[in-house]
């Protein structure tokens, strides 16, 4: 297999910039060790006022710094090319502070896998994206760790804005917000009427829509319950087995299809877009008329802006079977990007029956 880089790792005026930035914050703040017997607060606001940053900010940063002081391996990966910045880490973080001390070493080598490219001029994934997986991996490892789902932190807020006008924000699941989504698009009656003027047409009907329940057969011909999808039938709910090897004569793709290939991609595949699958176009890698199947594997998720820019001929790209894709610039310049869908994670967590075995051996001689 051919060594792999982050296309940000190459030597430029703006990548080197960048990593001169994170190399300075992964540094200054390791060796920011707080006194533990002294007061939070006042060191906190000491820090803060020092480096006239608020005290939220200071806050994370000393939380990465003493995240980073115990992942010796993780510490080191970031060394190698200070290739993740600061927003990065943050997120990270948040995501395995509750994972117990001895399980540590397990996320060491976690992150230090997750972090280092696999492919050549990979571009790493987003500050979102990173979540998702990270929490992923924490729920496998030890469940009471994870950070809380959606739903454990369900709120509304209405905020007044004096204008005659009234703010509304809600804190609910992905299932339920994908429901809330096709519904205020099931209202929304052209491309210029506003999400919000829909949302109000919904609030005075009686919308229902359907949910159907997505599994998933990966290559291995594993069965993987995945999420809720999204149809546009007002029947009752319905589950389905989604099948990646699914093919039609037509262009259009068929609901099943379209589902698995947002499923296996996740977001955009353009690199560094995080759009999400469900609100992007499928594109056909080979075109259509040039003899390109209509199935998951002929078919990627790009959003609208990003497709226009491949229709228009101004970037090019290519996929391989593990949905790896590799984008031509005008320049020359080649970035890859990796799959970040559900699909494709739960197979990236599964376990072999060999792995399984060598473990479980492993425990009874260390009993």
Not at 214 to 219: G, K, L, Q, S, Y
Request: glycine fraction near 4%; charge should be positive; aromatic fraction near 8%.
């Amino acid at each position: 297999m051919q060594e792999g880089n982050f296309i940000h790792s190459r030597s430029d005026e703006f990548a080197d910039f960048q990593r001169s930035i994170n190399r300075q914050m992964i540094e200054f703040w390791v060796r920011q060790e707080p006194s533990p017997q002294s007061d939070f607060h006042t060191q906190l606001a000491d820090i803060a006022t020092s480096m006239n940053i608020s005290r939220g900010e200071a806050r994370q940063a000393m939380r990465v710094g003493a995240m980073l002081r115990q992942l010796p391996k993780f510490l080191n990966c970031l060394r190698s090319s200070y290739h993740v910045n600061l927003q990065r880490l943050v997120v990270v973080e948040r995501i395995i502070m509750a994972v117990s001390p001895e399980l540590m070493s397990k996320v060491d080598d976690f992150l230090c896998n997750y972090f280092t490219p696999k492919h050549p001029d990979e571009v790493l994934v987003q500050a979102q994206t990173v979540a998702k997986h990270v929490r992923a991996f924490v729920v496998a490892l030890q469940p009471d760790a994870a950070p809380a789902s959606p739903t454990a932190a369900r709120k509304a807020r209405f905020t007044r804005c004096h204008n005659g006008l009234t703010r509304f924000s809600a804190t609910i699941s992905d299932f339920e917000a994908k429901q809330l989504d096709l519904a205020i698009r099931k209202h929304q009656q052209s491309d210029d009427t506003s999400s919000a003027d829909a949302f109000v047409r919904l609030l005075n009907s009686k919308t229902k829509t359907k949910i159907t329940l997505n599994t998933f057969a990966d290559p291995a011909g594993v069965v993987h319950m995945i999420s809720g999808g999204i149809s546009e039938s007002s029947d009752a709910h319905q589950q389905r087995t989604l099948d990646h090897r699914a093919e039609v004569s037509n262009y259009q793709p068929t609901s099943e299809i379209r589902t698995a290939v947002q499923l296996l991609d996740g977001t955009c595949r353009y690199p560094g877009c995080s759009t999400p699958a469900d609100r992007c176009d499928l594109d056909h890698i080979v075109n259509f008329d040039e003899g390109g199947k209509t199935a998951a594997e002929n078919l990627a998720c790009l959003c609208r802006f990003h497709h226009n820019q491949k229709t228009s001929g101004r970037v090019h790209y290519t996929m391989d079977q593990h949905r790896v894709a590799h984008w031509i610039f005008p320049n020359g310049n080649i970035k890859v990007t990796r799959p970040s869908g559900e699909a494709t994670h739960a197979a990236m967590f599964g376990q072999t029956w060999e792995q399984h075995e060598r473990k479980r051996k492993q425990k009874r001689r260390a009993a």
